[in-house]
């Protein structure tokens, strides 16, 4: 034991930091990828018993390892990189959606002290870093050098700026109440029970951010860039094995995001929604990002695929003016203090 | 030290990635360097602790800016080859406004706003310096007409340019989603009642 301590202090600062990092990176990606290869089970169940059919029960019991099937399925599967394609963009494609699907982790809070890296400008990086993401589906939607994933490429590039203006209106209202960037001060703003929560004064932008959420994570009823109906797979349709896999993971990654955002910014984090009878503490983070997480499944199951033309409609002319409109009423309640929140 | 480091590896790639946007033959993979070469500046004012500067940079220009522009790169069949030509001609042009442009940007770096007071290094802010809310506070106090203006310029570019772009089209046949919506079942549908098996 010693001998460690020693090896440790031997090393430089930098050093030091960079070890230290790494672990506490690590410490918030490994439960996350437990989490997705779980999540892909509970979607798969969930909407089996919403269908009533049982949904996957025959690895392990009741289907409980199937995650790592489909996981050791898709290492062993081979990579098809097809002819006259990209091939550099077309490997790097996977890789550019899930660095920032990971990189945006760094900045949420569990607590009010266990976060990564507690920045001033947190909400601001995890929108940049959200935004990023589309790159690689564009990239691999060009780079396949194919004609139904240059389709869903393009329906994702212009689905996403469309919906990224009215999910970044919908924030500008969270700062309004909580008069911070930081993600860490919006929530402790919440303190003070249910009747305090962000989610009463901004119901609106808190719709407006749930299906801007949903289609910023391109799933139904807005996976018209997968459309497996139209374009069979859409961007990732000549994509295979662990290229594939990557995609999926990231996917599922930011959606699980969205809905820790859901629970942050409009639904008091970490916070108990009755502090007089139990304590506040990360279990109640973790419950609500369920619900919403329950939620992008229940939607999926539910809801028909949107048209194109549709989507752009919603995405513009209803989610964007209710959003404005919203803002300027916001900016009355705050000028006279009303209620609990705009003190 | 790790500073430097850092600002070396990413000053070389936002300096490798900017020739790349104008060397590269494909425009998909020029528009992609321009991209990379708006991450690295990002990153390199990131050192500057210019953090919300920074930030905004990757939203704006890398997140909304960039995609459009690869929207319409991509969705151009672009002849490479004939791009090529003249390059030879521009040449002598394309020199030109380079040193004039290297020869503005030396005369603004070495006048006096810029120059830094002898032996005074600039001094790095405490921790929980906001840079947000510092510039926040300069835009909406000090320089808020000059803002406001920005603003109004951005408005009338934005309604200069759809007033361009819309025009009649009178062979477009488009959906009416309000009429749509308005549909009821007994627009559309009657309900006839007729005997199955009758006795011929």
Known sequence: MDFLVSIWEWLHEYV?????????????????????????????????????????????????????????????????????????????????????????????????????????????????????????????????????ALLGAMRSAAQIVAYEIAMGFALVGVLMVGGSLNLGDIVNKQAGGLEHWFFIPLLPLFFVYLISGVAETNRAPFDVAEGESEIVAGFHVEYSGMTFAVFFLAEYANMILIAMLCALLFFGGWLSPIPELVGDGTGWLFGKTAVFMLLFLWFRATFPRYRYDQIMRLGWKVLLPVTIFWLAVEGVAVYFKIGPWFD | MIETIIFYVFAVATVVSACAVVTVKNPVHATLSLVLTFFTSAVIWMTLEAEFLAISLVLVYVGAVMVLFIFVVMMLDINVARLREGFVRYLPLGLAVAVIMLLLMLSVVTSDIFVLEAGSEPVAKPADYSNTKALGGVLYTEYVFAFEIAAVILLVAIIAAISLTMRKRTQTKYQSPSDQMKVRKSDRLRIVDMPSSEEQ
Request: aromatic share 16%.
């Open chain 1, 16 to 148: 030091q930091y960079t070890i230290y990092s790494g672990v506490k990176a690590l410490a918030i990606l490994l439960p996350l990828f437990i989490v997705v290869a779980y999540y892909t089970l509970a979607e798969r169940k969930v909407i089996g018993y919403m269908q009533i059919r049982k949904g996957p029960n025959r690895v392990g019991p009741k289907g409980l390892f199937q995650p790592f099937a489909d996981m050791f399925k898709l290492m062993f599967k081979e990579i098809i990189i097809p002819t006259n394609s990209n091939r550099y963009l077309f490997i790097i494609a996977p890789v550019i959606t899930f660095a920032p699907a990971m990189a945006a982790w760094a900045v949420i809070p569990f607590n009010d002290t266990l976060v990564f890296s507690n920045i001033n400008a947190g909400l601001l990086y995890i929108l940049a870093m959200t935004s990023v993401g589309v790159y690689g589906v564009i990239i691999a939607g060009w780079a396949s050098n194919s004609k139904y």
